[in-house]
């Protein structure tokens, strides 16, 4: 009945500088499928998931701080290599917390950006 996850969306506060994160830091593929919805966004492809960056000033999810906190709301992406995930994230002086040994059976390695947005790495 499901096929798999579609994209996920998160807020954004400044969508120059967020594309700058997700895409010249962390090297994300920009999709040109985005359509002009009125309102400062992009759209991301990561494998067979998308991610959609919104700008909405009236929205609730913004967390309020950049401080890493594994357990808070946050979303995963299956790294091939999270060696080389470490690699870039250091190239690009992005705070990391790196979990090798945690209670599941992937390497887990979690970061916020600028907005708050807390994102897992894991192999």
Same mark, same amino acid.
Request: net charge negative; hydrophobic share 35%; no cysteine.
């Given at each position: 009945m499901y096929e798999g996850l579609h994209h996920v969306s998160i807020l954004v506060t400044d969508i120059e500088r967020a594309k700058q994160f997700y895409g010249e830091k962390l090297g994300f593929e920009e999709s040109g499928e985005r359509p002009d919805f009125g309102?400062?966004?992009?759209?991301?492809? *990561? +494998?067979?998931?998308?991610?959609?960056? *919104?700008?909405?000033?009236?929205?609730?999810?913004? !967390? +309020?701080?950049?401080?890493?906190?594994? !357990?808070? +709301?946050?979303?995963? *992406? !299956?790294?091939?290599? *999270?060696h080389k995930v470490i690699e870039r994230l250091q190239e690009q002086n992005i705070k990391f917390v790196n979990k090798p040994n945690n209670k599941t059976d992937w390497h887990q390695v979690f970061i916020s950006d600028p907005d708050g947005n807390l994102i897992e790495f894991n192999k």
């Amino acid at each position: 009945m499901y096929e798999g996850l579609h994209h996920v969306s998160i807020l954004v506060t400044d969508i120059e500088r967020a594309k700058q994160f997700y895409g010249e830091k962390l090297g994300f593929e920009e999709s040109g499928e985005r359509p002009d919805f009125g309102f400062p966004g992009a759209w991301y492809q *990561i +494998g067979n998931t998308q991610l959609h960056l *919104i700008v909405h000033e009236e929205g609730n999810t913004l !967390r +309020g701080t950049t401080e890493i906190d594994s !357990r808070d +709301g946050h979303f995963a *992406i !299956r790294a091939a290599d *999270i060696h080389k995930v470490i690699e870039r994230l250091q190239e690009q002086n992005i705070k990391f917390v790196n979990k090798p040994n945690n209670k599941t059976d992937w390497h887990q390695v979690f970061i916020s950006d600028p907005d708050g947005n807390l994102i897992e790495f894991n192999k």
